[in-house]
């Protein structure tokens, strides 16, 4: 199975920015996209970003014009640019492969805690 490994969590203040990065243990099949999933305490795990082969990319309304999915292919890896961040993007966000559901696993997350 594929290993995903989240990295660039933290803590900053409401308007700052952090970028996620998320390694993949080996090369994921293009058309498995990736994406960016966070959990809230108390809150289901909800996607937040995909993108896909072809680079289209989808995004949580809640988080347009906030936030950038990117990836490098060649080093297997995903990243998620967050700017002008709220509170309520307080979580611990994962990386997964929507569009395949077999052959990954979750990895530990990287918390990210805005406060105001």
């Known amino acids: 199975q594929v290993q995903l490994v989240e990295s660039g969590g933290g803590s900053v203040q409401a308007g700052g920015s952090l970028t996620l990065s998320c390694v993949a243990s080996?090369?994921?099949?293009?058309?498995?996209?990736m994406g960016w999933y966070r959990q809230a305490p108390g809150k289901e795990r909800e996607l937040v970003s995909s993108?896909?082969?072809?680079?289209?990319?989808i995004y949580l309304n809640s988080v347009k014009g906030r936030f950038t999915i990117s990836q490098d292919n060649a080093k297997n890896t995903l990243y998620l640019q967050m700017n002008s961040l709220k509170t309520e993007d307080t979580a611990v966000y994962y990386c997964?492969?929507?569009?395949?559901?077999?052959?990954?696993?979750w990895g530990q997350g990287t918390q990210v805690t805005v406060s105001s």
């Open positions: 993108i896909r082969s072809d680079g289209t990319t």
């Open positions: 080996r090369y994921i099949e293009r058309h498995c996209g």
């Open positions: 997964g492969v929507p569009y395949c559901s077999a052959g990954w696993r």
